[in-house]
DNA sequence: TGATTGGTCCTTTTT
DNA sequence: GGACCAATCA
């Protein structure tokens, strides 16, 4: 029996439903119903006779694979084994692969470690081989680890990945370099496998067992991708290796709204799935039913001014709805108490659980949590730090994996760190005597101090049971408990409530490695309780996927937005762009940008200004309003569009922020900083940043030039275009 | 020798 | 607020 889906699709996503053989690459467009359209191609195949268990699903988030298999069986009906479709993050059904079979060239009980076990064990690294000591610029371990990973990911020589996005470490390129194969045989040696290892492991298993493969292929007859564009090329040939080359595969993808290649995601691979899968359909969906025309004029004008062309046509028939507004607070401290005032607002209109927050990184929000925390608005952050990193989880957690892997190193010295007179070097000596069985150094300790022989002692009455992950962590927090309250005196009782939390997120297991590979790999929810409606926090990165009636970005600045780190290259650049696309995309109804005109810096006691966006100045006047905060408190409206739409005519050039001009003359041309080779200084253009000056020469091939409304820049030679000779000589 | 303390710098995004 | 280092303390 199948059902006629015609009602409640249009053409496009009909096709792909119904297009369930061979390979097919959707191109969803944002808010064009996607998530909508895999929904029915789920119910679509299992009322076709498939069985559940022979699809694979594979998204970004657990939650959102949990999310389409619920919304399936509502259209379904329950009771047709949806539950059995294999579903969630590559990095999960890696590790649930993987459990069962071990890899060639790994250990058979394997770990999964996550970013900060994997920093520890760079530092472990360091120390051994004494790199960097004593020298102060010699890079920390996480930005070790950033390269080391980007190389993997991109599938680029370290050193090419150095000489590209971080050319000031080419000097350590060696020390680098071992670093990153002595992490990677101390990870083999304890069978430890960071979020990279997973994806490789997996496709050296797969092909290094002809058998294995055979039967994984013919175990999923139907492979589903959703956000392709943000795969890299390793999960791309895993699809290929799991699908094989004519298999029922089906991609879904937004080339403009990729936005994860810092990772190591490769567009590339959205365009290149026609060539890799011959004869693969491709459907496109334009329409969008998400947002209103006035905010999906705004976003359309967002890619308009790309470098890169994206060709992007969305269209709605949602005529109405307010035009976006431009919100200028006179400061990122003002504009907290402003974004709290515009939530207690839309309250009126939404429920809470309709509105969000959006910004570019994590800390951005810290000012705005305290505001709502005073007028009491509940909310629920996502990205940023994870709560499995703070200190506390990650004390009581090292407890829970010494258990499991003794030579987990980096969670003994957690464990240990706190008994007084035990530094790194002692706790170094206590591990090794212990696992070598030394007891003579190991007792004259415990007789010393005797909170070792309570450590040493519980870990034993812990490890002659086999308690259930829920048990175990009860055990541990009773245990752990006095010290936190020593350690945090101030805030303790908010730490025991995250403790809580990690109590009922373990109630929910029965094993311990799949505890401890969840806590990793996906953002586990404590169960029990229906969650409340209430107002989203959240990186840009971590909304993907997700809508609101209303949505205020914050912070949307130079140097905040595009972030400082993305300007060296133009690629990073336009990643940015199409980070405030997602964002703004994410809008139903209305849509708020909020652009401070003032930073304040810490530690300075100071407020400094701050220029908007290039993102911001580029969007023609006519596509959204302006209003800015007043010295009186309130809001006052100083652009605006009372009409939408007015023909976009004599686009009004970005307004340059008109200067207290004390001096009109020289105001303008700045005064010409000095120059180590005169005879190279002169303009240059570059595709972002626009014509510039040469201030100085960074041997051996970079530039510092100073592009007005963008600031000083270094810049590789290759980025920019020299200002001819000529040019010069009439200057 | 190794632990502790105080000062300085930086602070993106995620599996 | 944390990571890291140098100086100081036991």
Not at 499 to 515: C, T
Request: aromatic fraction near 8%; charge should be neutral.
């Amino acid at each position: 029996m199948t059902r006629d889906f015609s009602s409640s699709l249009n053409p496009s996503q009909l096709e792909a439903v119904y297009a369930t053989e061979g390979p097919v690459l959707v191109i969803a467009g944002a808010g064009s119903g996607k998530t909508r359209t895999i929904v029915y191609r789920l119910a679509h195949l299992v009322e076709q006779g498939v069985s559940p268990s022979s699809i694979l699903l594979l998204t970004f988030t657990r939650k959102a694979s949990q999310e389409m298999l619920q919304r399936a069986a509502d259209l379904l009906g329950e009771g047709r084994g949806l539950a059995r479709v294999q579903g969630g993050t590559f990095h999960a059904f890696a590790y649930g692969m993987l459990r069962r079979h071990t890899p060639p060239g790994w250990p058979d009980r394997l770990t999964v470690i996550d970013r900060s076990d994997a920093e520890s064990l760079i530092r472990e690294a360091k120390a051994e081989l004494g790199f960097g000591k004593g020298d102060r610029s010699f890079p920390k371990a996480s930005t070790i680890l950033d390269n080391v990973s980007k190389s993997r990911n991109k599938e680029f020589a370290l050193r090419d990945i150095l000489s590209n996005e971080s050319f000031h470490l080419l000097p350590y390129a060696d020390e680098i370099e071992t670093l990153g194969d002595t992490y990677d045989r101390k990870k083999r040696a304890c069978g430890m496998l960071d979020y990279d290892d997973l994806l490789f492991a997996l496709e050296t298993l797969l092909r290094s067992d002809e058998e294995l493969l055979t039967n994984v292929r013919r175990r999923f007859e139907h492979v589903m991708v959703d956000e392709y564009q943000d795969t890299n090329l390793v999960q791309a040939r895993l699809v290929e290796l799991i699908a094989g080359k004519g298999g029922n595969v089906m991609a879904v993808g937004d080339d403009a709204q990729s936005i994860y290649s810092f990772r190591g995601a490769n567009v590339q691979n959205i365009l290149s799935f026609p060539q890799v899968f011959p004869g693969a359909r491709t459907i496109r969906l334009e329409r969008n039913y998400r947002s209103t025309q006035p905010i999906l004029g705004f976003t359309n004008q967002i890619l308009a001014q790309s470098r890169l062309l994206f060709e992007k046509k969305l269209w709605t028939e949602d005529e109405g709805g307010p035009t976006p507004q431009i919100i200028r607070p006179l400061s990122d401290l003002s504009q907290a108490r402003l974004v709290a005032g515009k939530i207690v607002e839309l309250r009126k209109e939404h429920p809470p659980g309709e509105i969000a927050v959006l910004f570019r990184a994590g800390y951005q929000s810290y000012h705005l949590e305290v505001e709502l925390n005073k007028l009491g608005i509940r909310f629920a952050k996502f990205g940023g730090l994870k709560y499995t990193e703070a200190a506390h989880i990650k004390d009581v957690l090292s407890f829970v994996r010494i258990l499991r892997n003794p030579s987990d190193t980096p969670s003994w010295h957690r464990v240990l760190a706190p008994i007084k007179g035990v530094g790194p070097k002692t706790s170094a000596r206590l591990v090794t005597s212990l696992l070598s069985g030394d007891r003579e150094y190991v007792d004259s300790w415990r007789k010393k101090r005797p909170e070792l022989d309570a450590l040493l002692g519980f870990l034993d009455e812990l490890r002659s049971r086999e308690y259930s992950p829920g048990t175990l962590l009860e055990q541990i927090v009773k245990f752990y408990t006095p010290q936190l309250e020593e350690r945090y005196p101030d805030d303790y009782p908010r730490r025991e409530a995250g403790l809580e939390e990690l109590l009922q997120i373990a109630a929910g297991y029965k094993e311990l490695d799949l505890f401890l590979a969840d806590l990793s790999l996906e953002n586990p929810e404590p169960r029990g309780g229906e969650r409340e409606e209430v107002v989203t926090l959240s990186t840009i990165h971590s909304s993907k996927g997700l809508e609101w009636n209303a949505v205020c970005i914050i912070d949307l600045i130079e140097d905040r937005f595009p972030s400082r780190h993305a300007m060296n290259r133009v690629e990073e650049f336009e990643e940015e762009r199409r980070l405030l696309y997602v964002a703004c995309t994410r809008a139903r109804k209305y849509l708020a940008l909020f652009v401070p005109k003032a930073v304040y810096r810490r530690g300075k006691e100071t407020t400094e200004p701050a220029t908007a966006s290039p993102f911001v100045r580029e969007i023609p006047g006519e596509y959204y309003e302006e209003w800015q905060e007043n010295y009186t408190g309130g809001l006052s409206q100083t652009k605006g569009a009372p009409e939408y739409r007015r023909p976009p005519s004599a686009l009004n050039p970005p307004q340059q922020r008109t200067k207290p001009s004390g001096t009109p003359g020289a105001a303008a041309s700045a005064p010409p900083p000095p120059a180590p080779d005169p005879s190279t200084m002169g303009f240059c253009n570059h595709k972002v940043f626009g014509r510039g000056k040469i201030v100085a020469v960074i041997p051996p091939d970079k530039y510092r030039v100073n592009f007005p409304g963008f600031g000083l820049k270094v810049i590789l030679a290759q980025y920019l275009e020299m200002e001819g000779e000529q040019g010069r000589q009439s200057g």
